[in-house]
Structure formats: C-alpha cells, structure tokens
C-alpha cells in the first residue's frame, strides 16, 4: 500500500518548520502542507478555549488539502487543545508533548526532567502529565522562557544577551540537577548552542521536533499510509498573513530556501 | 453643550492603558470604553493588510457602546490603519502619530529626532512623514525595538538584560546626535527609567499617551463634545482573550486596580 496524500502541519508561525526540517531527513518521501497562523501568533501566551478555537480552524484549513495525518507542531497548541481535536476530527491527529516526553523518559539517567516551554505551555501540566504517565517516580521541573521566542525571531541568537537571558531562566533548572531537558518550544532548538553551554554537556537536550517525526513515520507505516511513490515530498506553505517575514526567519528554521508560500485567507 | 458618551480607545492589548492614564489626568470626567485585542497582539509584526483588517473590527466594537470620538491608542494600528478608518467611519478617529510628532517637533533643539517603535511602525515611515509635513528640515532616525514589549510584558524593567538590549538599540540613535526621542509604542513609557539612563539627561523623550490625551481634549472642546456632568469617568474594558493576563499585566500600566474587565468575542 502507498498513500500520496500530504501530511498536513500547522503552528502558530513559524516554529514548526524545525519539524518539516526533521520530516525531511526522516519522510523524506512525504508530501506535506504547512499552515502558519502568522496573523494571530503567538499562541504561548492566549488562554485555552482561545488557542482551542485557533487551532480546530487550522485543522480544518489542513482537512481542505486532504491531509492523511495532521501534526500539531506548536507546544502551547498540543498543550492545551490536541484533546479537543482529537474529538472533532477522524484523521489521525498527533501532537509535540507526547513523543517528546516518551524520548525524555527513555534517555534519563537519575528521573529528574526539566522542562522548557511558553507560559501556556508550562501551567497547562501537559509535560508532567504525560512524563508522570509514563512512570510517576520521575520529577518534572518546569521553566516558562517567554523570551527565547522574540530573541529567535530577532535572530539574536549569539548575542551576550541571550546568553543573560538564558542564563537567568535555566537557574532554577541547573539548580534541581536535571539531566535531561525538554526544549518544549519548536524555536527552542534554534538556540540550542546557548542552551548546550548554560545546560553543560551532561545534560541531554530532547528535541520534541525529531520525535514527533518518528512517531508520524510509525503511525504511518503502522496503518500503511506512507507515501511509496516519488523520490521526494513536494512541500505547500500557507500562512495567514503576508509571506515575507514568515520567509525571511523561516529559512533560518529549515536551513533552506522557503519558495512558494501563499497567503492562505 | 456637554456629551456624556464614552471615548472609545483600542490596542492590540494592554499598551493602550498608558493612554487611558493620561486620560485620568487631562479629562477627568470623560467616560471610557477600552478593547484590547489579546486573542491577536501583538501587531507591530503584522502586515498592513492584516492590521487594518482588525483595526476596523475594533472600531466596530466601539461603535456598539456609542462612542463620541476614538482613539486608536497603538501605534503600529496608528501609522498602518489611520487613514482607512478615518474614511471607513463617521465618528473623529485620532491616532498616537501626528500629536506625538508635533510635540517633538516643537520641542528638539537641534532638529534631529529619534523615533523606536515596532517593525511595523518603523518601517511604515509613519512618523517621517508626520514630522516632515510639520517641516522638511527636521532630520528623523529610527529604530525598531522588538523585545521591548516582551520584556515589559516579563516585568524584567529594572533587569540588567534590559538594560543591555536598550544600549544596543540605542546606540545608532545616540550617535546620530538625537534630542529628542519619540517613545512611539505604548508599553515604552514604562521603560521610562532604562531610556532616560541609556539616552542621558539631555535627551528629551516623548510620550505619545500624554500628547493623543491633549488632543482628544483639543477635539472635544472644540466641537463642544466634552463632558460637563459628574466629578469622575466610569471606565469599562473589554478584550478579545480571557481578561486574567490583561487585568495582571494591566495593573503594572495603569498604576491602580482595574475592575470589571469583560471578554467581548
């Protein structure tokens, strides 16, 4: 069995494109829609039933491009709403917090994890529920970094100052020994060099946005679904306000030219 | 002649109550209806488009309690959307630009003004063109100023971290010789402290809140709109999001407890 439909991805903007980075070296073969919600980011700040609202639109913009598959590739969305989407619509829905807290439970050494996410994302719990899920002797210590998004966007990302501010925000985490830290943010690992250095090499960084990749490809292997024809997934990119900015920081994300992308409203 | 209809003010969320505490002080008596739009702030990197989409929605809102004049109290909606709401509505609409402009016209001494706003006031030329029709001769230097809104929305404005980010925005003003700074987003005001350090004594900055509040009551008296009845104004706020964040955040803005804050959508 061979299934050519795309796998659709939405975010708030342009975060998520660190998991199409990851979908490429691990589905290389998918096709996949992405939905950047550029007029109403960010979300890692706005209430649940807000976010909620956001994100069945987004979906349902996806559902228009016949997707197989929709990842939800922002935290704060997974975080508070991927329950909800899950109940509205039939196509498998996956989110980031889950993949990243099975990989993060898998990888500690002495059960204390750390993690790091918008404010939504941190007093939403997600994390801890789903690591506590997983085995409840581990001890989950969260940190909400609300400013390592605008430093990723202002492309700040080897200035002293991100260095302050990270140094500021991860105190509390060196402090409780974490071994292993969630970087529950998909702009997190744009800064992953000045996390590393504040962290120390002991500590292992989880990105979410490898993890999610995995489990797309096990879910659609599982049922059959994955894309056996063509050499190479051709992408689509919407965004709901105009493209240029969501180019110009986002090929900072992929690491590649971003051609193509439409205003999708 | 006296009018006790409410002035209408609109931001994208909680910068707009520096206005409404310049109203306090320089029209007392005048009713207030405020909506902040916190399910889509920020603005200041949105496009032109996406802004003046919302901006008219916002005034619609308004306009359902009745107001007798509005006050567009963004900066980014003012120098992106004024013109369009000004034809697309009947009530006298006033933006934070012109009066901002003509006060650091009418006080720089060296003719050489520095304006720091968002992307999108900064690269709109809103505030160049506004100074140059005052009169040709001024010289204008701008600079976008990001993460001055997160870092005020974090409360960190007496951080160290602040301190760096504004000497590294400022410094390509300092040595264009300014004299005058206009403060031209509404959350600046509250850096107050960090600007007046980083700029020095002789630099004088300019409050855009404290200018649009003098006008509106240029305005008013003018057409015999102002409000003659009652010792004090009732105030009623409305945003787009849940009001928890706006009413926390808000506080710090508008220095006294704010009440009765309602969801409007």
Redesign the interface.
């Known amino acids: 069995m061979s299934d050519s439909r795309p796998i659709g991805i939405f975010d708030s903007g342009v975060g998520g494109l660190t998991v199409v980075a990851k979908m490429q070296e691990i589905l290389p073969k998918e096709n996949l829609v992405y939905f950047g919600d ?4 960010p979300y890692g ?3 649940k ?2 976010v909620t609202k956001f994100s069945v639109e987004n979906v349902e913009f996806l559902m228009e491009h016949n997707v197989k598959l929709v990842i939800v590739a922002c935290n704060t969305a997974s975080s508070l709403s991927l329950d909800f989407l899950k109940r509205c619509f039939k196509v498998p829905i996956i989110g980031v917090i889950e993949p990243g807290a099975r990989e993060a439970a898998s990888v500690t050494r002495n059960d204390r994890i750390g993690v790091i996410g918008t404010h939504a994302t941190v007093s939403s719990g997600a994390y801890e529920k789903a690591i506590k899920k997983i085995n409840p002797r581990y001890s989950v210590f969260t940190q909400a970094c ?2 390592f ?3 990723v ?2 492309g ?1 990302v080897d ?3 991100t260095d ?2 990270a140094q ?1 925000y991860l105190k509390p985490l060196k402090r409780r020994s974490v071994d292993t830290l969630i970087l529950g943010c998909t702009h997190y690992p744009i800064l992953r060099g000045v996390l590393r250095k504040n962290m120390g090499q002991g500590v292992i960084l989880i990105d979410s946005a490898r993890e999610v990749a995995r489990e797309a490809r096990e879910i659609l292997d599982a049922s059959g679904l994955l894309n056996g024809s063509g050499s190479k997934g051709k992408y689509k990119f919407f965004v ?3 493209p240029n ?1 969501f180019i110009r920081i986002g090929e900072q994300f992929l690491k590649k030219r971003i051609n193509c992308v439409k205003r999708a409203v």
Chains 1, 2 share one sequence.
Request: charged share 35%.
């Open positions: 550029t007029a109403r980011v700040t706005k209430s039933e807000t609300p400013l998004v605008p430093l966007e202002e700040w200035k002293a100052v302050s501010v500021i709901s306000d105009e900015r």
